[in-house]
């Protein structure tokens, strides 16, 4: 079992070792990458957003869904030398609205949307913006190679962030004293909304999980009617009710009023509520795979979706179909294959593996795709994985599930980070030779891997 | 002493203790926030540069000192649509071209203004662009608290990049093989120059050092003539000769071909040259504080400067004016007067105590800065310190000097990270109200402190 106490921001209960039997699916290649994409996308996209002002009231970047008001009006057409915040009131200037979760916030889309009327220059490029947050426990780690192994988790999460341009932001402390272990989230989410209308997405990516491909993006066009995003199949929570049918450990979630409502609902299962137990026992009593009597926040989403059709269900997007995240154990076994595959693509093409600047590596990815179409993505694909997480292998508490020998949590790690980190050094001309040797890097010569 | 093999980053090869007898001085207005500065620097800048592109011919934007030529060239006027690299070749297409330290590089200031006019997009705001690069060894640390430490003095360079704009680089690899310990820092900076031809500064920053005013950004402005900032006093150098009178844990220095070439001489100290042994003994014999036999970086640092008049020390910037890097136990102690300071302006001022999107938190700091004026700056002042840095305490390797009991290099740390944190929190609703309580805190009230 999980302390709660060692363990206050892992998301899984326990492991989560179902055997998944997904069928590989193909990614088509549309939204896979922006064909031609710019590069350093925030700027560009700011820049082009600027002389091209129609772009942002394009629709599929603009429309908050489950709302009837658009978050990204077309007032931000006004884009140029607009208003400053320094005296128009705010949302933040209302003493009754709060950061912390459990205190209602009404209107939240059209307070938002008046802070983007406030501040142009972040309107522009708002309907894509994410902000990616991640976090563990304010105590050292039980495990003592724990904080090693969240140092190099969390290196790999800059490391995504900075080649795409995204902000993160790591918490660790308890915002709520009673929402510990995988509860813990939820008030960090709430409050990353609130301090962030810029942004119209949290992603939510947990502390044991690791960007595993550098290039690969969220595909935002597939989820414009969504406001939620997780890795699951419909199959396993309708048909076999089943809590491993999804995990939380990684979501997506828009920054629009449906998000808090929905926040609120799923906080309403915690442990800092008086039906925390009889929640324990509805969920069990539901998911007849669940084995230990805590409601946790996981078995809680399932719930919401199985019972919640049409209020809840229908804005949550069941990601199946890539490794939204994957479970390591299926996935680091296939590393050195997949790096195989992708240097006998370089090998055949000059231009895949020219030397260049880390800020244009978007580019790069995109000339590489289309060798990818044979790929497919998921279980059994060469596709690199897009986010392995340690799901049961619980890093800072060393508590990993019985299943698993130790060593083949910590040597898996080391592969993923440093798989991942090749993609990274790469770029600064050094790669792993032996991805079970963190220390050592080699130059990488010149037109590799020719 | 320190072990090599485990403080491969760590800066400080012994703690760093002399009493540093520097006046207060007082910052003036001009340098210190941009007035009335827009948010978001990175996005809004390339936004203001594109629609008012004479401002990249700004020489204080766009000179490089030390050499001819300038690297942002007028020509970066041509921002709009331009060319683009996926055909015109750039030194990245140079087989000769290295990221390694000890493989001279040429002409480098031609060669980044070259891929700068390639790729328009990234010249406007170049001449102002800072890529923080930090970094530990690959190995868990051997004091067991010493990697939780290293988590957080991460996060804490992560949440100032965030709200500035910056990126951030962690490298957590050897690059040379025999260059470790202090010397590590060399060919990471090395690398983050080819792999960052858009950054016009990489500012390196050690592990043991946070940032402990959030608000607060490097006076560049002040060092449009010099390509290398420390810490330092000339007397402690050039009259008491002590290897002390300069810091090289953190050091800010221009992508340049200057800055090439100094790193070469630099690393001609180190022990991955069969000269090592005597400069050791040239250092120890010039600097007659140093007690310990090494060849040294820092102390390296200080005999360049001393011995090379006009071709190295005319471009070196020694900075005392603030705490550019400052000594922790100097600084600790004044962090609640320093608080306490800082609300007292804020009850004075209700538009200083405005709750704000964390993205527009450099608007509200300018806002601040008139009331600081009387605050001075660096040791004996009452503004927050820039950067606290925890020389002599050695949190990876644990071994600390032993002129300090290990707990108050523990409890420093723990108070100036929540005092830093507490910066951060605030614009997400909370606050730690002990800084030695690291896992604990309240919701901060609206309009605090009224």
């Known amino acids: 079992m999980v302390s709660p106490e060692l363990s206050q921001f892992q998301t899984s209960p326990m492991a989560k070792h179902s055997s998944r039997s ?50 990204i009006s077309s007032e931000s057409e006004d884009c140029a030398q607009g208003s400053d915040d320094r005296s128009d009131p705010t949302f933040y200037d209302d003493p009754k609205l709060s950061y912390s979760i459990g205190q209602t916030i009404k209107n939240w889309d059209e307070k938002r949307r008046e802070w983007l009327n406030h501040h142009p220059s972040f309107a522009a490029g708002a309907g894509d913006r994410i902000l990616v947050v991640t976090g563990s426990q304010p105590s050292p ?9 969240l140092l190099r988790f969390f290196k790999n999460k800059v490391d995504y962030c900075r080649i795409h341009g995204y902000d993160i932001f790591y918490n660790n402390v308890l915002l ?9 989230k939820l008030p960090v989410v709430r409050a990353a909304m609130v301090a962030h209308p810029e942004a119209e997405w949290i992603w939510w990516v947990d502390s044991d999980a690791a960007f595993t491909d550098m290039d690969f993006k969220l595909p935002l066009e597939r989820y414009r009617d969504h406001n939620l995003v997780i890795h699951g199949w419909a199959h396993l929570i309708y048909e076999k009710k089943s809590w491993t049918g999804l995990n939380a450990g990684v979501f997506l979630i828009r920054n629009c009023q449906w998000s808090l409502d929905f926040m609120e609902v799923w906080a309403s299962m915690g442990p800092q509520t008086p039906n925390y137990d009889k929640w324990g026992q509805t969920l069990r009593s539901t998911f007849k795979d669940k084995i230990f009597p805590e409601s946790d ?6 719930y919401l979706i199985l019972k919640g059709k049409g ?25 050195d294959n997949i790096t ?18 880390e800020k244009v590596s978007e580019r790069y990815s995109a000339l590489r795709e289309p060798y990818l179409k044979e790929a497919g993505s998921g279980s059994g694909s060469w596709r690199r994985p897009f986010i392995t997480h340690f799901t049961g292998c619980q890093p800072c508490s060393g508590d990993h599930n019985q299943m698993y020998a130790g060593e083949s949590c910590w040597d898996g790690m080391q592969r993923a980070l440093n798989f991942a980190d090749n993609q990274v050094l790469r770029n600064y001309g050094f790669v792993h030779t032996d991805l079970l040797d963190s220390s050592s890097v080699s130059p990488l010569p010149f037109d590799f891997p020719a």
Chains 1, 2 share one sequence.
Request: glycine residues 10%.
């Open 22 to 71: 997904k069928a590989a699916s193909f990614l088509s290649d549309g939204f896979l990458f922006v064909g031609g994409a710019t590069v350093a996308l925030l700027v560009v996209w700011a820049l082009w957003s600027f002389i091209n002002p129609s772009l942002s009231s394009n629709p599929s970047f603009s429309t908050t869904v489950g709302d009837p008001k658009t978050i």
């Open 141 to 149: 780690c039980k495990n003592p190679i724990g904080d090693h192994l």
């Open 311 to 335: 209020k809840w269900a229908d804005k949550i997007y069941l990601e199946g179909e890539y490794y939204f995240e994957g479970y390591w154990s299926e996935i680091v076994g296939t590393l």
């Open 176 to 184: 709520h004293p009673k929402m510990h272990s995988y509860w813990a």
């Open 297 to 302: 926040d996981q078995t809680g989403l399932a």
């Open 340 to 357: 195989d595959k992708y240097v006998g693509i370089e090998k055949g093409e000059r231009r895949l593996r020219r030397r260049h600047a």
